[in-house]
């Protein structure tokens, strides 16, 4: 049996490859893909309930689901699992842009898209709750760590974290048109 397997493996591999890489732009993919064909095609042919009758047409649509779930699975994982990385996915991008000199020098462009996010930012900011203002601006643009923060306004760690939260929260559904905007300029 295990002859057989190799058998079919080396009469369609070439042939699969190329039909794999015309779907499939990367090539790390396609291997992948390919390597699971082969091992369903081995758990196939050891399951005597069920052995394939046509094996280049069973090849062929296994390979085909193959590749639609991988397009399936890869677009799921572009978009966040949780709310937390959500909160560290694209908008990190964005600000490593805007606010890191080393990722995007200082070009009349990126001034002005500068300028323009902190323009927004102050309005919404301006809109906070004082509290949630305030955390926000301490911990995230001053830097200044949670513990020190904390215990120079006078409240628990976790009711300034939470303050925090809630401000972010408010900022991100604030800013997100400007931020699509910027992430598709």
Known sequence: M?????????????QLKSFIRKRVS??????????D????????VENTFNPIEQVTAWLYRVTRNTIINKGKKKQEEKFPISQYDEEEGGWKEVSEFLFNEEN????PETEYLRSL?????????SELPI???EAFELMELE??????????????????????????KYLR???KELYMELLYY
């Open 37 to 44: 064909v082969f091992f369903q095609l081995i758990r196939a």
């Open 131 to 133: 509290e949630q203002r």
């Open 2 to 14: 295990a002859d057989n397997v190799e058998k079919i493996i080396t009469e369609h591999q070439t």
């Open 173 to 175: 559904k604030r800013l």
């Open 104 to 107: 995007a020098p200082a070009t």
């Open 26 to 35: 990367n090539k790390e993919d396609a291997e992948d893909i390919l390597q």
């Open 117 to 125: 996010v902190w323009k927004e930012l102050e309005v919404a900011l």
């Open 143 to 168: 830097g200044l760590p949670v513990k020190e923060v904390a215990e120079s306004i006078g409240v628990p760690v976790n009711t300034l974290l939470s303050r925090k939260h809630y401000a972010v």
